[in-house]
């Protein structure tokens, strides 16, 4: 792995981090605030339960699947951006090892 600027590796310790402060938040909307708002969510009904029962006994999950799949997809797009290719790190380290 070639090195980076200390001012690029920290715009891309930002860019990361936020990132995930923003999936957090997510998670934790889903999985809490649906909760905390049950009784309002009462007269909405999603794939025939109410929705807040649907959220917390399968949306929750569903919701966190797919956050992985796109902190899989965005991350890989953000290490694109500043130019970190895994397909090129492995073949320049190829057949070296590291003694611990």
Do not use: C
């Amino acid at each position: 792995m070639r090195k980076m600027d200390k001012a690029v590796a920290d715009a891309y310790f930002r860019k990361r981090t936020r990132h995930i402060l923003i999936y957090l938040a997510i998670w934790f909307i889903v999985s809490f605030g649906v909760v905390l708002f049950a009784e309002h969510l009462t007269h909405f009904t999603f794939n025939g339960m109410p929705f807040h029962y649907f959220m917390g006994a399968q949306g929750s999950i569903l919701v966190f699947i797919l956050l992985l799949f796109v902190n899989a997809i965005v991350s890989d797009k953000v290490d694109k951006d500043f130019g970190i290719d895994e397909t090129e790190n492995k073949r320049i380290s190829a057949g070296k090892t590291l003694d611990h």
